[in-house]
């Protein structure tokens, strides 16, 4: 009999994403996009540099070229010279009308010639031209007239001349008049650069970055007009590589770097190459994300393709994902609603995958947590009634000892909560205050019955016994870790604001708030209950007394709010009668040196 293989009764989830991940197929492309990219993105950015490196190759050629020609040029001004004067241009023959027409012919042979002079060997000559030299002209003929004696010709620096529109870069260059060895004088021609300034300009039609900078770094002429000849472009990393290399430049080289404007950091690609005769270079540059364009766009359009491939691979999966996404969901809001509190929440799902099971496992798992919360909060209001009734049974055994102070601190702690709600006190402060003002005197469990319940005043030696109470309620109650916030208010209810209080003399700001508002409340309790050394007092008499001890023994803020508690009517003991709140203290009703005031008769027995 064949084997029969048991059907499963789930389908693993498993096998749901693997199908849903080969459908897709999106890794494959990827790579292969990412491979064609990589394949032709070296090819594309040697081809960017083979561009560059012809453009300035191109364009140091020419230049080297018009200097050739202009050298030529000379050459053949001074030969003709020589001829015309018998090489003979001394004072008596430089001013020749032959010499002048060939020297005027020179100057309108060529437009780029701006200005030329022939001069003797004692300085003195002919000149023709458009301009008239300047100051900084003048130097540079100077130094070429200086070359010539040596027998050297002489290219020199870029030089602008004119302003504003008609400002114009020009560059001297010279060679010596000789004959037989001996210096006959000097040939000096100015060149006009706008044609070297047209050349960049064609070449910035293309995108293109061109200018030309000497040895040093400085600019010859550039396409844009930002650029100012002379000035420093070794910020420019090409630039510095060039004025780097020296003598040594021969070749074209192509360099990417960083240019910064700022906080904004450009990448760019240039190159440079030598103009040996001039010891110059022509150098072009160009933003990487323009040099590389052709780059990006291949990088895009493939990004783009495998986009609309991942968006098909999507919406094929979306439709598969839903049956896995859906119960999901359900879980998830089930989830979030237990996290609330909520423990009602059941999942009710019909699928044979793991999700299935799980939503059984989840509706068996909020039961349960749905019982024990139930049993949790019925424990804890159990054990908060529980406790709550020791502390009443507690308070009521100190108030049993002596039956005219029964009910006396439920009346404390019925009046402290009143005063605490009128100061907009937080409600924890109000569940502590609502404790501590419960077991106030429950340190008078400690005192002798002989004391506690004397009907006449105590003598020094019996206060000083009654006094204790504080600091044994205080000592009964330290061991309970939970009562720990509430002992203040048993051991401190006596301090008073001026320091004269009880048991350690704390004043001001020592004495903490809690004891501040049970003293009030305990004060207001037993200067209107009756006892055997006092008879009640009516309740506007006793405000006024507590008005009168707000500053000196009693917090004025806690005083304003059991009189503005009392206005309202909220405390019905007597007919009530609006009183002014406490700003300032008032003197004290008893002399300070009294043996006993009225707060201490009535509150260091209650």
Do not use: C
Request: zero cysteines; hydrophobic letters at 40%.
């Amino acid at each position: 009999m064949p084997l029969k293989l048991p059907i499963p009764s789930r389908v693993p989830l498993i096998y749901v994403i693997l199908g849903v991940l080969l459908a897709i197929s999106v890794v494959p492309m990827y790579f292969y996009s990412a491979q064609m990219e990589e394949l032709n993105r070296g090819r594309l950015k040697t081809d960017e540099m083979l561009l560059q490196n012809t453009v300035t190759r191109s364009l140091a050629d020419d230049i080297s070229q018009h200097q050739e020609t202009l050298r030529m040029m000379l050459a053949n001004l001074s030969s003709s010279i020589q001829v015309t004067s018998g090489n003979d241009i001394g004072s008596q023959n430089i001013e020749a009308p032959e010499l002048r027409a060939l020297l005027e012919n020179f100057v309108s042979s060529s437009n780029d010639i701006a200005y030329a002079t022939v001069l003797n060997a004692d300085a003195k000559g002919i000149s023709a031209g458009r301009i008239e030299p300047d100051a900084f002209l003048q130097r540079e003929l100077e130094r070429a007239y200086a070359a010539a004696h040596e027998g050297r010709g002489y290219s020199g620096q870029p030089l602008v001349v004119g302003g504003g529109k008609a400002a114009r870069t020009v560059m001297l260059v010279s060679v010596p008049i000789m004959y037989g060895g001996r210096f006959l004088g000097m040939i000096g021609s100015v060149v006009d650069q706008q044609f070297l300034i047209r050349r960049l300009q064609e070449v910035s039609h293309s995108g293109l970055m061109p200018y030309v900078v000497d040895s040093q770094g400085r600019l010859v002429a550039a396409a844009a007009p930002e650029y100012a000849t002379g000035q420093d472009m070794n910020n420019f990393d090409i630039v510095r590589s060039f004025v780097g290399e020296g003598a040594k430049a021969q070749l074209a080289a192509t360099r990417e770097f960083a240019v910064r404007d700022g906080k904004k950091k450009t990448q760019m690609l240039g190159t440079y190459s030598p103009v040996s005769a001039l010891d110059w270079a022509v150098v072009v540059q160009k933003p990487q994300d323009e040099a590389y364009r052709s780059i990006f766009e291949m990088q895009r359009t493939g990004r783009l393709l495998a986009l609309l491939a991942v968006f098909l691979s999507v919406g094929l999966s979306i439709f598969s994902a839903r049956k896995i996404t859906s119960p999901l969901e359900v879980l998830a809001q089930s989830s979030r609603a237990i996290a609330r509190g909520d423990f009602t929440q059941r999942v009710h799902l019909s699928t044979r995958t793991e999700i299935g099971e799980l939503a059984a496992t989840f509706n068996t798992m909020s039961e349960e947590l749905e019982q024990f919360v139930e049993d949790l909060k019925r424990a804890a209001e159990e054990n908060k009634a529980l406790f709550m009734g020791s502390i009443q049974m507690l308070a009521g055994a100190v108030d049993e000892k002596d039956p005219y102070t029964r009910g006396h601190s439920d009346r404390v702690t019925k009046y402290s909560l009143m005063i605490a709600r009128e100061m907009k006190l937080d409600p924890g402060f109000l569940e502590i205050l609502r404790v501590s003002a419960q077991l106030h005197d429950v340190g008078k469990i400690g005192i002798e019955d002989r004391i506690l319940k004397k009907p006449g005043a105590l003598t020094t030696e019996e206060f000083e016994i009654m006094k204790t109470h504080t600091t044994k309620g205080a000592n009964i109650l330290r061991p309970v870790p939970q009562l720990r916030e509430m002992l203040p208010g048993i051991e401190l209810h006596h301090e008073a604001i001026n320091g004269r209080g009880y048991p350690y003399g704390l004043k001001d700001a020592e004495i903490p708030l809690l004891p501040r508002v049970i003293a009030v409340a305990d004060t207001f309790d037993a200067l209107t209950t009756s006892r055997p050394y006092q008879k009640a007092h009516d309740p506007l008499d006793a405000l006024k007394i507590i008005r009168d001890l707000s500053g000196k023994r009693l917090d004025p803020t806690a005083v304003n709010a059991l009189m503005a508690v009392y206005q309202r009517g909220e405390i019905r003991i007597q007919k009530h009668l609006t009183l002014a709140p406490v700003v300032e203290p008032v003197m004290p009703v008893v002399p300070p040196d009294a043996p006993a005031d009225p707060l201490t008769i009535a509150t260091g027995r209650t």
